[in-house]
């Protein structure tokens, strides 16, 4: 039987400083999130940011935290919800880092007859340090836990016609009524050295002059694309 497993980022499971740290340490300490080698990266993260930053973290989280908990959470339930209603399959929600973890979103699965697990990375683009990420955590849970799983990857979807569609109706939704001149997106932004890492072709991202604009295989795993 199908199954479908969708995964986000993850988070804190309260505002304190411990459990931020905790949250921080597992994330910070991902190789595709910060790429130095481990050494490296150890001394960066657990002898200086963790030191640090938790405290100035949890005050920002306090910040933005909701009665129900943390938003991204809250959100990634509701949306958990609506498409298990809409799905004939069992649905599972699992976290990149933090308590709700891929392994027991795969064992969640595994419990109601799974045998067969799309996985859907909650990232409409690509980037090592989101997508790849979530899609290797799979893998090695896969192969440690639940060899007998199959398991395959609903590809980054930033370019789909009905996912435009239903982010432009929904902002038109949101904006009625309201006078504006001009809609500015932003977005999170990614190391460049992620860009050359990710960039299977090896020699077209930021190497060739005006990258972004030569066609290339490249481009499928660029931000900008």
Not at 25 to 51: A, C, P, S
Not at 106 to 129: F, Q, R
Not at 210 to 223: E, Q, R, T
Request: proline share 5%; hydrophobic share 35%; aromatic share 10%.
């Amino acid at each position: 039987m199908k199954g479908l497993l969708m995964i986000n980022l993850g988070s804190p499971d309260s505002t304190s400083t411990p459990d931020v740290k905790k949250y921080l340490d597992e994330f910070l300490m991902d190789e595709r999130v910060i790429e130095y080698n481990y050494l490296l990266r150890w001394l960066l993260v657990k002898g200086i940011i963790l030191n640090t930053r938790p405290s100035k973290s949890a005050k920002a989280y306090k910040k933005i935290w909701w009665n129900e908990g943390s938003p991204l959470i809250v959100l990634s339930k509701r949306l958990h919800k609506k498409v298990q209603k809409n799905l004939s399959i069992p649905v599972s929600l699992a976290m990149r880092y933090g308590s709700i973890s891929i392994k027991k979103g795969l064992d969640e699965l595994k419990n109601k007859g799974v045998t067969d697990v799309i996985v859907l990375p909650l990232y409409p683009h690509y980037a090592m340090s989101s997508y790849e990420t979530v899609v290797e955590k799979v893998k090695t849970e896969s192969k440690k836990w639940f060899p007998d799983i199959k398991t395959s990857f609903i590809p980054p979807f930033y370019d789909n016609e009905l996912y435009i569609n239903e982010m432009v109706k929904n902002i038109k939704k949101n904006l009625k009524g309201i006078e504006y001149d001009h809609i500015l997106f932003s977005y999170h932004g990614i190391p460049e050295s992620h860009i050359k890492i990710s960039d299977d072709t090896k020699k077209h991202c930021l190497k060739v002059s005006d990258c972004c604009n030569v066609s290339s295989k490249a481009h499928k795993k660029c931000y900008r694309h």
